[in-house]
């Protein structure tokens, strides 16, 4: 059976490979976006889902094949849901972003937070959707080397170590990434799915079924 060709729209390296590991049991080949060029995509809508979504109908209309995005935040209930959708735009790197969540947080008491992931296949005139989300607390100080992001600075209810201390795998059971790779997943396991995905290769990739790409 030959794989569908499913493009991954982000240029975040560590996301990149945290969704090659939770989407392998998909069984389709994921190909980097950046393998085709690079896209600006405005991230303007008011959801994770809504962003998700227009990334991957703009790469999937900029490559000619199906595309999965995702769209990701941290939700601080002391600082009423902030930075939510703004996440990433906080600041300009990770350092940045960690120290602007240390600042707001001083001298609140609260340090709950959640983090939520939406996952968006877009191939043709179809779209699939899922969301995931993990509940945990923010630490004082940074703790661990891994991951990207807050990572550092959060623990999942349940355990002690920062998601920046957990190895890819680890982090992957927890993670809101990891529960909406695995909503996604059963949300594809059709033959049908696979199918369409197939057809949709067919149309864009010159009426061969995909032997290997580029
Ligand atoms: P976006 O989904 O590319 O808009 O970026 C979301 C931002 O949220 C990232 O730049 C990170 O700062 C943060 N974020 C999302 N998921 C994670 C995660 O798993 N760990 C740490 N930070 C994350």
């Not at 209309?61 to 595309?67: N, Q, V, Y």
């Not at 906080?90 to 600042?103: H, K, M, T």
């Not at 699939?128 to 623990?155: H, I, M, N, Q």
């Not at 996604?184 to 057809?199: I, K, M, N, S, W």
Request: charged content about 25%; some cysteine.
């Amino acid at each position: 059976m030959p794989k569908a060709v499913v493009v991954l729209a982000s240029s975040n390296r560590d996301k990149l490979l945290e969704l090659k590991t939770l989407l392998a049991p998909l069984g389709l080949d994921l190909v980097p976006g950046e393998t085709f060029g690079s896209i600006d995509v405005e991230e303007n809508a008011e959801s994770y889902v809504g962003n998700a979504l227009l990334k991957a109908s703009a790469w999937s209309d900029f490559t000619g094949l199906p595309a999965l995005a995702d769209d990701s935040g941290l939700e601080v209930e002391a600082l009423d849901g902030a930075p939510g959708v703004r996440s990433a735009r906080i600041a300009a790197d990770d350092d940045g972003r960690i120290a602007w969540l240390l600042g707001a947080m001083k001298g609140h008491k609260n340090r709950r937070a959640r983090f939520v992931a939406a996952l968006a296949l877009v191939a043709g005139e179809r779209s699939w959707t899922a969301t995931g989300c993990c509940r945990g607390s923010l630490v004082e100080a940074p703790r661990g080397d891994g991951g990207f992001g807050y990572d550092p600075l959060f623990v999942p209810d349940g355990v002690t170590k920062t998601f920046a201390e957990m190895d890819g795998e680890e982090k992957g059971s927890y993670s809101h990434r990891g529960i909406a790779a695995l909503l996604l997943a059963r949300r594809l396991d059709d033959p049908f799915v696979l199918q369409y995905l197939l057809d949709c290769n067919r149309t864009s990739l010159g009426g061969s079924d995909h032997e290997g790409f580029p």
